[in-house]
């Protein structure tokens, strides 16, 4: 019997996905044919179909991935002697994937998508409150480590976090030139500021 090898398996689906992805960010959904992922991944129809049973199947498998990506990355970072540093290096990297014009535009066309399609619309959802859950961790990590004011709320604070990123995608997608390196470093100070203790006031 023909064995499947998993590695080999799991590098050609992740090979179709990032086809697809570029294919989704230059034609958006509704344009985007399955036959243009096969010539974008180099592969027949067959193939295609033997990963995924549709074109919307491929497209949601870009979210669901990136979603497992992220998890890995909160989980690898709740783990860090330095909750705050973490914090702030996921943040940077989350903001930092708007270098590639493709990624602002995927999660517009996701936008657009979730408006119409319930279903993918819950799917996003819940990758935002997946999201949320594992900032206010390390939110409260910070605030038991004395690293950030103790009085933030943490679901309030991930949320606010959170909030900020996707201000970052907006106007990313609004200007082109917009200076990503400048934009991370403001975006860092106004963390900090944010989370920062409190300090006491005088004689108190």
Known sequence: M???????????????????????????????????????AGISSGSLFHYFPSK???????????????????AAAARTDDPLAALLDVVAELAGQLAHPAVVRLVLE??????????????IRRNDAALRDGLAVLVTRAA???????????????????????????????????????EQAILRTILIRFLRPVSPPDGG
Do not use: N
């Open 2 to 40: 023909r064995t499947v090898d998993p590695a080999k398996r799991a590098a050609k689906r992740r090979a179709i996905v990032d086809a697809a992805a570029g294919c989704f960010a230059e034609k958006g959904f509704e344009r985007t044919t399955t036959a243009d992922i096969c010539r974008a």
């Open 110 to 123: 996701a936008a657009a998508q979730a408006a119409r399609d319930a279903e993918f619309a819950e799917l």
């Open 56 to 74: 919307r199947a491929v497209f949601t498998a870009i979210f669901t991935d990136d979603a497992a990506e992220t998890a890995e990355r909160l």
């Open 144 to 182: 038991v480590a004395g690293l950030i004011d103790p009085g933030v709320a943490p679901r309030a604070a991930a949320g606010w976090v959170a909030g900020l990123i996707d201000a970052m995608i907006s106007r990313a997608s609004l200007d082109r030139d917009l200076d990503l390196a400048a």
